[in-house]
């Protein structure tokens, strides 16, 4: 990314989304609140269970799932899920004082790094250019082949909104890789889509998705509980040592930003007894 200090900071759950009264996945349309008033109680989200034995984060770049989402990835690994990280792209163009064939590298290891300190052993790169990635079928077919690979029962990706909760515009990469995940779910799932994953490479259909993330979305749905994560989560973070010393002198550092995204998440859940929490919106499969 060439602006990362203003476009890989998806603080969506920190923000004023307080228009997320959306709980019941069922009807989303229709209870979405709009004569609700500021003073009706807030009905929280929706905790997420935890039964899942294997689950695929999809997103653009090294650093994408580090701002909150690897504390509840730091959750499932503790409790025995599989967690593997897909990168559309390494990142390279992410920052202004290195080159991208420097960057490249140094931001896939901190990629690797940070995953390892949430117990995440695989992160696998599609290599797509940063900062001009395409939604498209190269990148459809491409998570849908990792989708087929893995198996995973859940996937979870990044908001494909233009904006993120709070009114901040959301970055094109991530908005190809998001929209792309979600339609990647489907096409896995089809014998007759990317016919050649089945035919030349192999890769059975798989329907076993029961449910996409959207993380940094703006009308977050479920949340997961993650009091007592946030010290793996900002260490996923600091990981990114390199990526971190070149962002403006005056971005916040990653225990104040991550420690702001995970308690904005647990005032969006609304549930008693969780300090720290990672909304989500959930959309079904
Ligand atoms: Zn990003």
Do not use: C
């Not at 695989?122 to 001009?132: A, H, N, S, Y």
């Not at 233009?162 to 959301?170: D, E, I, L, Q, T």
């Not at 403006?248 to 720290?276: C, M, N, R």
């Amino acid at each position: 990314m060439t602006a990362p200090a203003a476009a890989d900071d998806p603080t969506a759950t920190d923000a004023t989304t307080t228009d997320a009264t959306t709980t019941d996945i069922t009807a989303p349309a229709t209870s979405a609140g709009s004569t609700q008033t500021h003073d009706a109680p807030r009905p929280g989200l929706t905790a997420l269970e935890d039964d899942v034995e294997r689950v695929l984060v999809v997103v653009a770049h090294p650093d994408d799932i580090e701002y909150g989402t690897a504390a509840a990835v730091d959750r499932w690994t503790a409790a025995g899920t599989t967690v593997t990280y897909l990168l559309a792209t390494r990142g390279e163009a992410g920052i202004d004082g290195i080159p991208p064939e420097q960057a490249g590298p140094l931001r896939a290891q901190e990629e690797r790094d940070g995953a390892a300190k949430v117990g995440v052993e695989v992160v696998e790169f599609l290599d797509f250019p940063d900062g001009t990635v395409e939604y498209g079928m190269p990148l459809r077919r491409a998570i849908a082949r990792e989708i087929r690979r893995r198996r995973p029962d859940l996937v979870v990706t990044m908001s494909f909104e233009v904006f993120f909760a709070g009114g901040m515009a959301n970055q094109a990469d991530h908005r190809a890789v998001g929209l792309a995940t979600l339609d990647a779910v489907r096409d896995a799932a089809n014998r007759w889509i990317f016919r050649e994953l089945a035919e030349q490479e192999g890769l059975a259909p798989w329907g076993g998705v029961r449910a996409v993330l959207l993380a940094a979305a703006n009308e977050p749905t479920h949340y997961v509980d993650v009091t007592g994560h946030l010290d793996a989560a900002i260490a996923s973070l600091e990981a990114h040592e390199q990526y971190n010393v070149h962002l403006p002198d005056d971005f916040p550092k990653p225990a104040q930003l991550v420690t702001s995204i995970l308690t904005g998440g647990a005032q969006l859940a609304a549930a008693e007894g969780v300090e720290h929490a990672v909304a989500f919106r959930l959309l079904g499969a």
